[in-house]
Structures are given as C-alpha cells and as structure tokens.
C-alpha cells in the first residue's frame, strides 16, 4: 500500500501492520498482573473458610460458627463478622489509594516500570501473608497486596491496549481479564488441595509469590509502549518500537498520529481537571460507572466468598471447595468465548446478553434460596436441588465471564484519548476498588439482613446497567484510540458534548455510529 499507512474502512482508521509474535509475548507477559490479582480475588474466600486459619486469627467467628451448627440456627449470618470481611475487603481499600500514585507513575516514568513496581507490592505481600504469626501481619500483606493490585490495574490494561493492533486490541486486552479468571481457578484449585493440612492456609496465601517473581523478572525485559515513549521525549525509540510490535516499516502514519495526540496531551496542564470538561463528558461516564455497575452485578459474591457461601447454602466442606473450583473454570472457559468474539460482534451485544443472562439466574437463584429457606435461614438443599443450583450460579459467572468481567476493564482502556487516559484508566480502577472494598465488606452483613433478597437486590442493578448499555454505549470496536471522538460525535446523545474540531482526519464520523 503505497499512499499511505492506514485504510479508512467502516469501523475507523485501520493501520497497516500485522500481528506479531514479539506482541503476543509482550502482553501475555503483561498481563500477569491478571493472574496476581486473580489469586488474590479467589484465595479468600477458600483460606477465610479452613478451620486452622479461623481458629488462629478468628477464633470468635470459629466458637460462633460451631454453635449455630450445633444449635440449628439461621444459615444467612454464620459468617457475618467485620473483622474477618476486613482480611478480604483490606486490599481494594488500598489498592483505591494506590491507584492514584500508579496514574501519576505511569505517565512519567512509563507503563512498564509500574507494572515492575505492582509486583514487587505482590511479593512483599504474599510473604508476608504466608508467614503470619498474627492479624496485624495478615492485614499489612493484604495492604501490599492491595498496592500491587493498584499499579497493575492501572498499568496493564493501558499497556495492553497501547502495544495491540486496534483490530485485536479488544482479544488482547481481554488477556488481562483471561489471566484474572485463570488466577481464580488456580487458587480455588490450590484451595482445595490444601483444606486438609493444618498449614494449608500459609499454602494458598504464600504460593501467590510466585507469579509476582514472574512479573518482575518479566518486566525487566518487556519494551514500554511507543505511546508512553513518546510521552517522556523518547521519539526516536518510540518509532523503533512501533515498527517492531507492527513487524512493519510503513508506520509513518500511525507515528504520526500518536505524535499529534501526545502533543495536544502536552497542551493539557491540568488532565484531572481537564477530564470533568464536557467534552470528556462520555469518557468521565463511563470510567465511572461501568466499574461501578461491575461490582453491583454480584460477582464478587462468588469470587470472594464462593466457599463460604456455599457452606452457607448447605454444602459440605469440601462440596463447598469444589463447588467454587468448578465456578472458577467455568469463569475461565466462558472468557474464551469474549476473546474470540469481542471483536467479531462488538462489545454491545456481549454486554446486553451477559445482562439478561444474570438477570434470569440470579431470580431463579434467590427464588431457589427463598423457597428452601425462607426468611428464618433453617434448611438444607438436597442434593439434587444443590446441583441445580450450582448450575444456575454458574450459568451466571459465565455471564458475567463473557460481559462486564473483561468488557469493564477493556472499554474504559480504550474510549480515552491520550491526553485523558491515565486520568481515566485511574478513575476506572479507583471507582472499581472502592466499590469492591464496599462489596466486599458488607456482604456477608447483607447477606444476614436480606438473606434471599441479597440477590434480587443485585438482579436490580443488572436491569439498570443493561438499559445503561443500551442507551449509552455506542459500538468502539475496531476503532483506534486516537479516532474514538468520531464514535461520540455520530452518538444520538454524547454527539452534543463533542466540538467538531476535536473530531480530525479522512474518515466520515458516521462511520462507526
């Protein structure tokens, strides 16, 4: 293609250049910052439910626990204690605080070095927890923790979708939710093989060094995106960069390109102030409020507390591991149907299904809880009933596998321009944590006070978000980063908050409506 190095199609300006293995490496490696935060989603909820641990750091909930056994009381508040939600929910209070700092290093001294940092948070953290002796330990490594969770969420998904092509860079940056779900099942698996040992919990705690060393040593070796070069002065390496991870030469215009946007972003002094500016209008909205609907789906009823909630329901010791061992790969399989499908139907259609898929299970779930054990919390499933159940919260957390999981990391990565994206992608992770710190904290108190209505509670939501969708998200895929505006100017509702002249180039904004 001689004239130039792109080809303006239907979806937006497509550059020339192909998928490389040298960027397939990159993010796989990249977004290990996944697997990290992954475990340390699913390794709570199993360590949380082992009697060694309870009987170490939380004897009371331990002597209240057998008793209500004992006593045949309600099922719903057998694990309602603060201090024990406060070793799960500790980390994304501090991972909000972190993800402030992590924006400001990741626009100065690069994507890569704050991924470098987040996992070395990680292993502080995971050393920590393995060698606890007492509670202050376990809350200190699980602050660490949260600081790496901090970085990562911040650093990965902009790395991610600054390296990939923009016609995969929906199934590349979903390698960071992919590596999220892997985690998961990788704990509850770890979970599950050490129940039984009286250290086990120092196990699952301990083992999630290990893949914070493989980040570390990773990212020494990984090259910073060329966005991010370009950024700090680095134009020569940045244009060297570009031709590797497109495995062309002809990346003039796409050069070109992310120089005109790194030069309007150096005009931007105040990019937190900047980004409440109407014309960030659309971005703002939906850095803040898909994270927000994320965690109001319910999921992380499941990730944290799957063995506990299904101990709750009824479930054996090990029924209830093996309960959440089987969510965890369903997790993962059905995060393989949004790679493979994000940027061949568009994210829409993935949201909108994946809503009206909760919705149906999380009914047939609550009406489930509520016929077997009403309002008093005195029951028991048999165990067909048990596995129907199982089947219908699965149904949900692939759901939710295939929708907002990856989508509510991969669409506010990708809707910000240059110039907004670190305040963006740092509005999205603190938004994201502090609601997660809030879910987290209080479920196992609303799951005492609503009981079965717990989950009608979140089925609310998911109508609200699914109509949010509906309304409110135009169609991105396919589209660069630099020609998002085109996407919000032909929108019915966002094209009023767009000037024209923030909408630049060869390609007809009615394009991508």
């Known amino acids: 293609m001689a004239g130039g190095a792109y080809v303006a199609s239907g979806d937006g300006r497509q550059y020339e250049g192909k998928v490389t293995a040298f960027v397939l490496v990159t993010c796989f490696v990249a977004a290990m910052g996944g697997l990290l935060f992954g475990y340390d989603l699913g390794i709570t909820g199993g360590v949380t439910s082992m009697e060694p641990f309870l009987i170490k750091f939380f004897p009371s909930v331990y002597k209240q626990m057998m008793k209500d056994e004992a006593q045949n009381e309600s099922q719903y508040c057998k694990f ?24 400001t290093t990741t626009r100065l001294i690069g994507r890569k070095p704050s991924m470098f940092i987040g996992g070395l948070f990680f292993l502080v953290g995971a050393l ?19 600081f790496g969770v901090g970085y990562c969420n911040q650093s990965v998904p902009v790395y991610l979708s600054e390296m990939a092509p923009a016609k995969i860079r929906g199934a590349l940056n979903m ?18 093989a050490t129940a039984k040992h009286e250290n086990g919990w ?52 796409e050069y070109q390109d992310l120089i005109d946007a790194s030069e309007a972003a150096k005009r931007v002094e105040h990019p937190w102030k900047n980004i409440a500016e109407r014309k960030y209008r659309p971005q703002l909205t939906f850095c ?93 499933f048999s165990k067909g009933e048990a596995d129907l159940l199982l089947f219908f919260i699965c149904a949900y957390v692939a759901a939710f596998a295939w929708s907002w999981g990856p989508l509510g990391w991969l669409v506010p990565s990708e ?37 079965f209505g717990l989950f009608f509670f979140f089925a609310c939501f998911v109508v609200i978000m699914t109509l949010f969708i509906f309304l409110l998200l135009p169609e991105t895929k396919n589209v660069p980063i630099e020609e998002m505006n085109r996407v919000w100017k032909s929108h019915w509702f966002w094209g009023k908050f767009i000037p024209e002249d923030a909408v630049t180039g060869g390609v007809n904004p009615q394009a991508t409506a």
């Open 80 to 103: 309602d204690n603060q201090l024990l939600t406060l070793f799960t929910s500790s980390l994304y209070l501090a991972a909000l605080v972190a993800s402030f700092f992590a924006s």
């Open 128 to 146: 920590l927890n393995g060698f606890a002796v007492n509670i202050e330990m376990l809350i200190i490594g699980r602050l660490l923790l949260g």
């Open 175 to 192: 390698g960071f939710q992919m590596m999220i779900t892997i985690g998961i099942l990788v704990a509850n698996l770890i979970n599950y």
């Open 202 to 253: 120092r196990i699952s705690l301990g083992v999630g060094a290990v893949p914070a060393i493989m980040l570390c040593v990773g990212s020494i070796f990984l090259g910073d995106t060329p966005n991010s070069m370009i950024e700090r002065g680095q134009q020569e390496n940045a244009k060297a960069m570009l031709r590797k991870i497109r495995g062309t030469d002809n990346i003039d215009e």
């Open 288 to 380: 803040s409020f898909i994270p927000f609907f994320q965690q109001l789906t319910g999921i992380n009823v499941i990730m944290f507390y799957a063995p506990v909630l299904f101990k709750t329901l009824g479930f054996g010791n090990d029924a209830s591991l093996m309960s959440a061992v089987i969510t965890g790969g369903v997790n993962v399989l059905a995060t393989f149907v949004s790679i493979f499908t994000v940027d061949k139907f568009g994210r829409r259609i993935l949201f909108l299904e994946g809503g009206f898929q909760m919705l149906i299970c999380q009914i047939a779930v609550g009406v489930m809880i509520a016929s077997k054990y009403g309002v008093s919390g005195k029951g028991s």
């Open 415 to 451: 809707i910000c321009s240059l110039e907004a994206r670190s305040a963006g992608q740092a509005t999205n992770v603190a938004v994201n944590m502090l609601f997660t710190f809030v879910i987290a904290q209080v479920f196992l108190t609303m799951l005492c006070h609503l009981k």
